[in-house]
Structures are given as structure tokens and as C-alpha cells.
């Protein structure tokens, strides 16, 4: 059964009561004059109209049921169509918080490349940090040659020379001598 309007059950139903007009007035105007009719035609123009009026009420409880059942069915599309919009609206709520929590994955996964790629040279620098201090304990201290004169020659290596360079920031050599009244600038 296809569902109809209430404003279209309610224009059938103003064509169908002028229909039934029609008819009592065709039942009643079959005898013209009232005052001339037998009593069994009365009986009979009665039972015809409490028969129209049966019906009348009939058609009247059909159509207060079915303005019922349209009422609750509104009431129900309505209903329908504010919880569909909730979950539109929560749905929307969950777009925009999934497009952030994808923001911040691609943000993590930039940092993430940076970092490994941070590794990778780390472990480079230490790999040649570690080969050059293999070279270094490699290599043998200079000894004393026979054919240069009595003193050492000493082959300057990188730490020597770093020592060299930071020699004339080192701290001056302190005597510690006790201070007496004179050097602090007591006076009795």
C-alpha cells in the first residue's frame, strides 16, 4: 500500500461526502412528497438513511484511524529524521577528528623520517669515530732513532697538538701560602 499524504486522503474525503449526499437526496426526493408516503415507506426511507449513517460513521472511524496512523507515522519519520541528523552531526565530529588524527600521524611519520635519518649518520659519525681510534691505538709511538741526535723525537698526534693549542688557557700554577693580616688588610 503506497502512503498518501494527509492532505490527499483529506481532499478524497471532501469529493467522497458530496457523493453520498447525492445519494440520500436521490432517497429522498424518490418520494416527493413525504406526507403521501406509506408507513412501510417510511420504514424503508428509515432503514436506507440509518444504513447511509452506518456507513457515514463507518467511513468517519476509518478515517479518524487512518489520520491516527499518519499522525504516528510523522511523528515517527520525525523522530527518524532528528536521531539520523544526530548521527550525521556525531558523524561529521568523527570526520574532523579522524582528518586531525591523520595530520598528526603525518606530522609523526615526517619526524620519525628525520630521526631515522638522524640514526643513520649517527652511527656513520660513530663508525668513524671508532675506526679512527683503531688507527690510532694502531699506530706505534715514535722511539728514539740512532742516527738523530740524543733527544726524543716525538711524532705530534692529534691530541698533542689540541694540547698545545689549549696550553695558554689552563689555569696559572697556585702556591698555597698561608694569608696573614697584612695580605687581607686587617688592621688593630
Do not use: C, H
Not at 412528497?33 to 463507518?58: G, H, W
Not at 527518524?80 to 558523524?91: F, M
Amino acid at each position: 500500500m503506497t502512503k498518501k499524504s494527509l492532505s490527499d486522503l483529506l481532499r478524497e474525503e471532501a469529493k467522497s461526502p458530496s457523493e453520498t449526499i447525492t445519494e440520500t437526496t436521490q432517497i429522498s426526493t424518490v418520494p416527493t412528497n413525504r406526507s403521501r408516503m406509506t408507513k412501510a415507506q417510511l420504514d424503508e426511507l428509515i432503514t436506507q438513511l440509518n444504513q447511509a449513517l452506518q456507513e457515514e460513521k463507518k467511513k468517519f472511524d476509518s478515517l479518524n484511524n487512518q489520520v491516527k496512523t499518519l499522525e504516528t507515522e510523522i511523528k515517527d519519520e520525525r523522530e527518524l529524521s532528528r536521531r539520523l541528523q544526530n548521527e550525521l552531526q556525531a558523524a561529521e565530529n568523527y570526520q574532523s577528528q579522524l582528518n586531525e588524527q591523520k595530520q598528526l600521524v603525518e606530522k609523526l611519520y615526517t619526524q620519525l623520517q628525520q630521526k631515522e635519518e638522524l640514526a643513520v649518520e649517527l652511527a656513520e659519525k660513530n663508525e668513524l669515530i671508532a675506526s679512527l681510534q683503531a688507527k690510532l691505538q694502531q699506530e706505534p709511538l715514535p722511539l728514539v732513532s740512532t742516527d738523530s741526535p740524543p733527544e726524543l723525537v716525538v711524532q705530534e698526534t692529534a691530541l698533542t697538538r689540541q694540547a698545545k693549542e689549549l696550553e695558554p688557557f689552563t689555569a696559572p700554577v697556585v702556591t698555597s701560602k698561608p694569608l696573614t693580616n697584612d695580605d687581607i688588610g686587617w688592621f688593630d
